[in-house]
T-cell receptor, first 114, second 114 residues
Framework: AQTVTQSQPEMSVQEAETVTLSCTYD???????LFWYKQPPSRQMILVIR??????QNATENRFSVNFQKAAKSFSLKISDSQLGDTAMYFC???????????FGTGTRLQVFP | EPEVTQTPSHQVTQMGQEVILRCVPI?????FYWYRQILGQKVEFLVS????????KSEIFDDQFSVERPDGSNFTLKIRSTKLEDSAMYFC????????????FGPGTRLTVT
């Protein structure tokens, strides 16, 4: 069975600094997808970034990038130049190649301080 | 920007009662999902729905649960006889495709069973 683990319940970072959120996963699949979702306070969960496991190149979306280590089954999220609006709960998730079922981690609450 | 909406935002019901949670997915989306999050626990997949039928369901989604797309715009989750352990936040999501396609989440309905 697929599992996703986020070992950091809470993180904090100062505005303009860089922070890395950790995620590890376990799967027996060769093809799968990995995602980071963000849930701001009292707002919808939105997709931040996604990675297809067969792609070696790390995904990047503006200030957000991932460090995908397939052999280590690690998928960390780096947020550069942190902004106050980045304050949110961040969920790491995975899905198998032929299914839409997202498997979520427990989340990391990120607080960005001015 | 189109959003997934859910009603009500909070539902309180007595054990044994039927409850219907409503969702309006984004209009051109074809794939629909329900997830739930018990307080302090992970977001868990319940069911996926495509072309008017269930495409996948989890072990949680037993005979007490059902989904329906009654009128081409709403997507509902019915729990026939609620239990205390059904108390959770229920999230609806929709997407245009499967696999790596982004799932767009609603704000959730908090269900409290007393």
């Amino acid at each position: 069975a697929q599992t996703v683990t986020q070992s950091q319940p809470e993180m904090s970072v100062q505005e303009a600094e860089t922070v890395t959120l950790s995620c590890t996963y376990d799967t027996s699949e060769n093809n799968y997808y990995l995602f980071w979702y963000k849930q701001p306070p009292s707002r919808q969960m939105i997709l931040v970034i996604r990675q297809e496991a067969y792609k070696q190149q790390n995904a990047t979306e503006n200030r957000f990038s991932v460090n995908f280590q397939k052999a280590a089954k690690s998928f960390s999220l780096k947020i550069s130049d942190s902004q106050l609006g980045d304050t949110a709960m961040y969920f790491c998730a995975s899905s198998k190649y032929n299914t839409d079922k997202l498997i979520f981690g427990t989340g990391t609450r990120l607080q960005v301080f001015p | 920007e189109p959003e997934v909406t859910q009603t009500p935002s909070h539902q309180v019901t007595q054990m044994g009662q039927e409850v219907i949670l409503r969702c309006v997915p984004i209009s051109n989306h074809l794939y629909f999902y329900w997830y739930r999050q018990i307080l302090g626990q992970k977001v868990e997949f319940l069911v996926s729905f495509y072309n008017n039928e269930i495409s996948e369901k989890s072990e949680i989604f037993d005979d007490q649960f059902s989904v329906e797309r009654p009128d081409g715009s709403n997507f509902t989750l019915k729990i026939r006889s609620t239990k205390l352990e059904d108390s959770a936040m229920y999230f609806c999501a929709s997407s245009t495709g499967t696999g790596a396609y982004e799932q767009y989440f609603g704000p959730g309905t908090r269900l409290t069973v007393t």
